[in-house]
């Protein structure tokens, strides 16, 4: 896979999404629905964000295991780069989210407005320090080999916590979300998006992802040439 990086067709399809969802989330008529109005447009955004997210965390959970069965450096530094990659989206995520939350959720911060009790933002938050504390290790380790054991294996347990704290942890907790599909509010649907809504949507979780593959093409070749410096 890591062939790839090295290629640019991608890298305009990339451009060429990303504009179109730009463009038309901020610029073209949206539903006018209660309560989301015009933040509905965040849809193009925040929720594809951390559709990208999920999706490059599986590919450095992929690269981990494939150093773990066969010991090539590179794979780790795959596992490095998407990791890194999934981070920032993890951050664009919680940003977008804060910026749509204080437009319908009746305004303020997280701490006045009961956000952080929210069991969705709270998993959400989880899962970006289970993958800060990734990076916490790798600086913490001196030699080459045992970092990328160990991140491997801290890897491995870190998404499926990731995916506990996202996906798991919320529905079980017994608490209202103020997300979708929570708390009486309407799942993600036809109430928050029509057919030309969707026909934007999908090419946005496109999009946002293959950004987040191009941020981690970018580091991987920076960490090759320090490694060749080295």
């Not at 998407?82 to 919680?94: E, K, Y």
């Not at 939350?101 to 998993?123: E, F, H, Q």
């Amino acid at each position: 896979m890591t062939g790839l990086f090295y290629k640019w067709w991608w890298k305009y399809l990339t451009v060429a999404i990303i504009l179109t969802v730009l463009i038309i989330g901020l610029l073209m008529p949206v539903p006018d629905l209660p309560v989301l109005r015009e933040s509905i447009r965040n849809t193009y955004f925040h929720i594809p964000m951390w559709f990208g997210l999920t999706l490059l965390l599986l590919v450095s959970l992929v690269y981990s295991i494939s150093y773990l069965s066969s010991g090539k450096m590179h794979h780790d530094r795959g596992a490095s780069s998407f990791a890194h990659a999934a981070l920032m989206m993890g951050f664009l995520g919680l940003a977008t989210g804060t910026v749509w939350g204080v437009y319908t959720w009746a305004g303020g911060d997280w701490s006045n407005t009961g956000w952080i009790r929210d069991p969705k933002i709270l998993g959400a938050a989880l899962a970006v320090l289970v993958y800060l504390a990734y990076f916490v290790l790798r600086g913490s380790l001196v030699n080459p080999e045992q970092r990328a054991r160990v991140s491997a294996v801290y890897n491995i347990f870190g998404y499926a916590m990731a995916v506990v704290f996202m996906f798991v942890m919320p529905r079980l907790s017994g608490v209202d979300s103020l997300h979708p599909g929570s708390g009486g509010n309407p799942a993600f649907s036809n109430y928050d998006l029509d057919n030309h809504m969707r026909a934007v949507f999908i090419p946005a979780i496109i999009g946002w992802t293959l950004l987040g593959a191009w941020m981690a093409s970018l580091r991987y070749r920076a960490l090759q040439l320090q490694f060749q410096e080295d």
